[in-house]
């Protein structure tokens, strides 16, 4: 029997059966709340009588729609936490504040929308509307540039690619400007800056102030792959005497010599322009040179009377390259008869924890279809996954599979359900509702017609069920939060 978590051919064409979908989403109540306990002189009307021990209410400021990572809902800014005797707190702020708005306004349950300032765009929002997320939206992964079922882009850009095969960058780049040269022997130190390209895991060093360039022991993997180095040596040298100078540039390996470029600098060209020489010259390096290896340039005149105007010592290419995946379609397999899992391409996976550059989505969306920046390319249990703009092709992630722990080196996910056969894989998006950082509440109502400015949306959040203390403070608290700025006198 096929082991389910490791697809045999995770690369195949095979296509599931037509299966159920996702249970749709509950539709959202529009009845507008009666005022149970009657009109409440200076607040923002009353609550239900029916209690639960929830003693908090929130206060906002601004109201907004969620597309297009969440479809045909309204994210609700949350300002404060506000308990029964009117401690106020800052839910992004302080964790318990945290901890108690998510334990008293849950995924799934109503709460109780009242404007303070309102107009007749948004009363829609008013009422008892069902809370779907608490957390701030972000976007994870995406394809898609619009709401038909082939819009999707075939190219996925990362900001920082990675080599294909684990091979880590060697490169890097020391710069000088103008040094004086005297006779004899001298290191080149104290370079204007050092550059040393990003890699994983690190595989060298390079220190401007020494002027060295060293290289970490290469004998196990993934640094091992490693066959060739080519370091370049661009320099301009000038001779200001009425003498032909003699020289060489050596790169040093340790205190010896490994390599040299023997030169001279005829005379100077009268007492106001020097001799100038331009030498440009790359060295191809071994791993077997290069291993636990430290490098950097000396130069070596005969008489004093020139200078250095400029020197770039570098690594300019290695071989194997770093390669850059860019990932193009298939994106996703779900192959595996009545598997829940899906699983990444390989190029995919190889760009799993880097950040995607969207320009190249941004650049074709339709209008008003725009996604937020992504976040670092990594996947939690919890997450969304929907290929579409359908809300009822949207999937729950229970549980990942990073690169690291796969023995193919996939990212693979297990979904909530199974996937129908004529889905498009290609045109997706990865997101999630971040409940650490509390920005606003998710109801379950379009945010069509809402007025353009969040400035003009203020009012409170009310539990459906609040305690008793609750109910008989809440008069004094909202005149008090009144009193203090937090809301607004104009109604």
Do not use: C
Request: charged share 20%.
């Amino acid at each position: 029997m096929p082991d389910p978590y490791i697809p045999s051919n995770p690369d195949g064409a095979d296509s599931l059966p037509s299966n159920p979908e996702t249970a749709i989403l509950s539709g959202i109540e529009q009845e507008q709340l009666n005022n149970f306990l009657g009109p409440v002189n200076g607040a923002l009307g009353g609550l239900p009588v029916a209690e639960r021990n929830s003693s908090y209410f929130i206060t906002y400021k601004g109201a907004g729609g969620t597309g297009p990572e969440i479809i045909d809902q309204t994210a609700i800014f949350i300002t404060n936490l506000v308990d029964s005797k009117g401690n106020i707190s800052k839910p992004s702020e302080d964790y318990n504040s945290l901890y108690n708005l998510i334990q008293n306004f849950e995924v799934g349950k109503n709460v109780i929308v009242r404007n303070n300032l309102g107009s007749e765009n948004n009363s829609q929002i008013e009422g008892k509307q069902k809370i779907t997320d608490v957390g701030r939206q972000e976007t994870i992964l995406f394809s898609q540039t619009g709401s038909s079922q082939g819009a999707n882009i075939d190219e996925l850009i990362f900001l920082k690619d990675f080599d294909n095969d684990d091979i880590p960058s060697f490169l890097f780049w020391l710069n000088k400007g103008i040094k004086n040269l005297n006779a004899g022997e001298q290191d080149i130190i104290e370079y204007n800056n050092a550059y040393l390209e990003p890699d994983v895991p690190s595989t060298a060093t390079v220190d401007n102030t020494t002027g060295t360039y060293t290289v970490g022991n290469l004998s196990s993997p993934p640094q091992e792959n490693i066959d060739i180095v080519q370091i370049n040596i661009w320099t301009k040298l000038s001779n200001d005497t009425t003498n032909v100078i003699n020289g060489s540039i050596r790169l040093m390996k340790d205190t010896s010599v490994f390599r040299q470029i023997p030169f001279d600098i005829d005379v100077r060209i009268s007492a106001t322009e020097p001799r100038e020489k331009e030498i440009n010259k790359t060295f191809s390096i071994s791993k077997s040179d290069l291993n636990s290896a430290t490098f950097k340039i000396n130069v070596a005149v005969d008489i004093d009377g020139s200078r250095i105007d400029f020197i770039n010592f570098r690594a300019s290419t290695q071989f194997p390259q770093t390669s850059f995946p860019t990932p193009t379609p298939t994106y996703w397999y779900n192959n595996n008869g009545n598997n829940l899992w899906l699983t990444a391409s390989q190029d995919i996976s190889l760009n799993y924890e880097q950040t995607q550059n969207s320009q190249n989505i941004i650049d074709t969306i339709e209008p008003g279809f725009n996604f937020s920046s992504p976040s670092p390319f990594i996947v939690r249990p919890g997450d969304k996954i929907r290929f579409g703009y359908d809300p009822t092709t949207e999937y729950t992630i229970y549980e990942v599979i990073e690169p690291i722990q796969d023995s193919e080196g996939r990212l693979r996910l297990r979904l909530n359900t199974l996937l129908p056969n004529n889905l498009n894989l290609n045109n997706f998006v990865l997101h999630r509702v971040n409940s650490n950082n509390p920005t606003y509440i998710i109801v379950d109502i379009k945010k069509n017609d809402l007025v353009p400015n969040t400035e003009e949306f203020e009012g409170i959040l009310l539990p459906e069920y609040p305690t008793q203390e609750l109910k008989n403070n809440l008069e004094n608290i909202i005149l008090n939060l009144k009193e203090k700025g937090i809301l607004s006198n104009e109604n």
